[in-house]
């Protein structure tokens, strides 16, 4: 492997927490998950059946810009330790197949690389992806609801 997965800005996910505005100012929504399809974009494992959990519009991106894409996402209503370790999260390991995309970086969607990219396929995929010299990051997201779960970084 030749990049790192990393979680969503921790900053802006601390930010969230305290105020509550999303990036669409926003309120986030407060929910009980039910400890399915609910991965949390910090610690990257799945919010546990039961607990609470913040759902808000956010932008993974630094600036605003055309392909700056706000989605719903999910987070640990309460602090959590977000992810930093080697390897594949935990909620990349079990959904099937994942829509990969590169950026450039000035944070812009490069052509041609957006796939569709099953989970044993997943680490090739990426690291591919890092051969070119163009790809600043990789953005992981849901094959079914395009929801923003990850970015690889090399």
Known sequence: MRFSIEPFNHKRT????NS???????IAEKQISDGGGNPC???????????????AGMRPF???????ECGPVFFCEKGCTPW???????VLQNTGDYLVKAYSADERIIYGTGQITPTDDLTGYIDQLFERADVAFVDIRSS??????ARARR
């Open 14 to 17: 601390t930010e969230l927490r």
């Open 20 to 26: 509550g505005r999303d990036d669409n100012d926003q």
């Open 41 to 55: 974009r910090s610690c990257l494992k799945h919010i546990p059946a039961g607990e609470m959990m913040l759902v």
């Open 62 to 68: 630094e600036r605003l810009n055309p392909y700056a």
């Open 84 to 90: 930093d370790a080697q390897g594949i999260p935990p």
């Open 144 to 149: 079914r609801n395009n929801c923003f779960l």
